[in-house]
């Protein structure tokens, strides 16, 4: 197998052909390619990028590296949802059941939370008893029952994300484009969807802040996903301030549920009801966005979508008392108030901190192997635009560890910015790609 010569082709800004990317995958699938050379791999196509029949394959190639799920006891267009990830990002959590109330069956797999961004599953798991490891039939059944299933990633299906994702994270390949894309797309493909939303973040919270660079990858998903025959819209959303009130596991639980009641902050609202608009274009019940909105807020009002989270929580093994009553969710005891120092406006609340310093009470991980506090998070009570006297208390800090709350404290302190004049809200869907 001459793994150098490719290693050197793609240095040299070379095109791998089919059989070559196959190769590659199936050796790094099976262990027979050592990780340097993987590695070394990797890095040439940061630097140098994939052409899109290099790209297409390679996604193809991890399809294939084991599993795909049918779902045929399924009827209708299966649509699915993914968000390059956020702080206070809460929306899968009300998007899901509000989508399946409407007619579009909705396979997700989601994931968990890695450096100051938050993981669905965290979220899911601060109900007690809820299982997100199924198997692949117990996933189809929990589909076929409610509509929904809101699940981790089974190991059987696209085993070669994991292996190249662990080796990219361990050698500064995280962040190119191509690879992010076939890595979405490959699990995606395989779970079994028909047709994804993609929701790109931008700004400082978000895993690629700038926006010419969230625009390529939200190209580069639409374009490979048409190619392998996934239809995909996506959306950039902006990521400088966290969604919602909420951020941390059982305490954004608790908006989502919120959101389903009819209530919640109105950004959270409109983001999921923009996201499910598109998805019920996509599934084929709704023309367009304005029909698809409506929809969605009919979900809201009539309590169809609160209950069809309830009977997915109850079919993945959850406790669904906490549905109509959030207080059984977790909550660390211990309290810190975040208060103005000066009067003014609300100019910033900076994502990016505010997701750090969750992080750093234990609602989120640095390395995959740290545990999560469910209870944990920050409740934030004012957000940019809004009026403040001195003194006003900006956000809420539930904590359970005073070692901890000393290195949050600070980022958490500086990431609310008051100033004299009231600053200019932007929008939360900056662009839409198709």
């Not at 290693?7 to 791998?16: C, F, H, N, Q, Y």
């Not at 190769?23 to 050592?34: E, F, K, L, N, T």
């Amino acid at each position: 197998m001459p793994v150098p010569t490719w290693i050197a082709r793609k240095r040299d800004g070379g095109a791998l052909d089919d059989d070559a990317v196959r190769a590659i995958i199936d050796g790094a699938s099976r262990g027979v390619i050592p990780d340097y050379q993987i590695s070394a791999l990797l890095m040439a196509i940061v630097w140098r990028g994939m052409s899109p029949r290099e790209l297409a394959v390679w996604l193809d190639a991890m399809v294939a590296s084991g599993d795909r799920l049918k779902l045929e006891s399924v009827a209708g267009t299966k649509v699915d949802k993914h968000s390059t990830g956020g702080v206070g990002d809460k929306i899968s959590l009300c998007l899901a059941p509000l989508v399946a109330a409407c007619g579009v069956p909705v396979p997700m797999m989601s994931g968990r939370s890695l450096g100051h961004t938050g993981g669905t599953l965290d979220k899911l798991e601060a109900i007690p008893g809820f299982r997100t490891a199924l198997s692949p039939r117990e996933f189809e059944r929990v589909l076929a029952k409610t509509g929904l299933v809101l699940a981790g990633q089974s190991a059987r299906l696209a085993p070669a994300d994991k292996i190249l994702y662990a080796l990219r994270d361990a050698t500064g390949t995280v962040e190119s484009i191509p690879l992010i894309a076939s890595s979405i797309l490959s699990k995606k493909i395989a779970e079994g969807a028909d047709a994804l939303v993609m929701d790109v973040k931008v700004g400082s919270g978000a895993f690629l802040p700038e926006r010419a660079r969230a625009r390529m990858l939200a190209r580069t998903i639409v374009d490979l996903g048409g190619r392998a025959g996934l239809r995909v819209i996506a959306l950039l959303t902006a990521m400088d301030q966290p969604i919602g009130r909420a951020v941390g596991n059982a305490c954004e639980l608790a908006e989502a549920i919120e959101i389903l009641r009819g209530g919640g902050p109105a950004d959270t609202r409109a983001l999921t009801v923009r996201l499910g608009a598109e998805m019920l274009v996509l599934g084929g019940r709704a023309r367009d966005g304005r029909i698809g909105a409506a929809l969605i807020e009919g979900a809201i009002s009539s309590g169809a979508g609160l209950e069809r989270f309830r009977k997915c929580v109850a079919l993945q093994g959850g406790d669904v008392r906490v549905i109509d009553d959030v207080a059984r969710l977790p909550r660390a005891r211990r309290t810190k108030e975040i208060r103005a120092r000066t009067g003014g406006w609300v100019t910033r609340v900076d994502a990016g901190l505010v997701g750090r310093g969750a992080t750093a009470l234990g609602a989120g991980r640095l390395r995959k192997e740290d545990r999560v506090d469910a209870g944990v998070g920050i409740q934030i009570d004012r957000k940019v635009g809004d009026e403040v006297r001195r003194g006003d208390r900006l956000a809420t800090v539930h904590y359970t560890d005073a070692a901890r709350w000393a290195v949050a404290g600070p980022m958490l302190e500086q990431a609310f910015v008051v100033g004299p004049r009231a600053p200019r809200v932007g929008r939360l869907v900056l662009e839409t790609i198709v």
